[in-house]
């Protein structure tokens, strides 16, 4: 079966830091890639950073250098770092599972199937 547990998310002045955490079934973890995607209130879901079966990581632009992405595999879990934290991070973040390789998923919403309930996270000015 197919699980995916987020945590971590909290509230948080501009500048500071968070970290997020995916408990994956072993199932989702053995997939391809494994990804955090966020959804700002009335905005569309987006990518934020995902890790390839290689290791591999992706960033969007809005978050390089602020965010890192990575995997515990003795823990099953995948982890999002997030530093010097802006109020435009505001958002709900969801962990998200594909089952193929990140250069045909993307950070495309719909072509991951697996996804996590979301965890909120608030940054303040």
């Known amino acids: 079966q197919v699980q995916l547990v987020e945590s971590g998310g909290g509230s948080v002045q501009a500048g500071g830091s968070l970290r997020l955490s995916c408990a994956a079934s072993?199932?989702?973890?053995?997939?391809?890639?494994m990804g955090w995607f966020r959804q700002a209130a009335g905005k569309e879901r987006e990518g934020v950073a995902a890790?390839?079966?290689?290791?591999?990581?992706r960033y969007a632009d809005s978050v390089k250098g602020r965010f890192t992405i990575s995997k515990d595999n003795a823990k099953n879990t995948l982890y999002l770092q997030m530093n010097s934290l802006k109020p435009e991070d505001t958002a709900m973040y969801y962990c998200?599972?594909?089952?193929?390789?990140?250069?045909?998923?993307?950070?495309?919403?719909?072509?991951?199937?697996?996804w996590g309930q979301g965890t909120q996270v608030a940054v303040s000015s």
């Open positions: 998200a599972a594909g089952l193929n390789r990140l250069y045909t998923l993307n950070f495309v919403p719909t072509l991951w199937p697996y």
């Open positions: 072993e199932y989702t973890y053995s997939s391809s890639c």
């Open positions: 890790i390839d079966s290689d290791g591999s990581t």
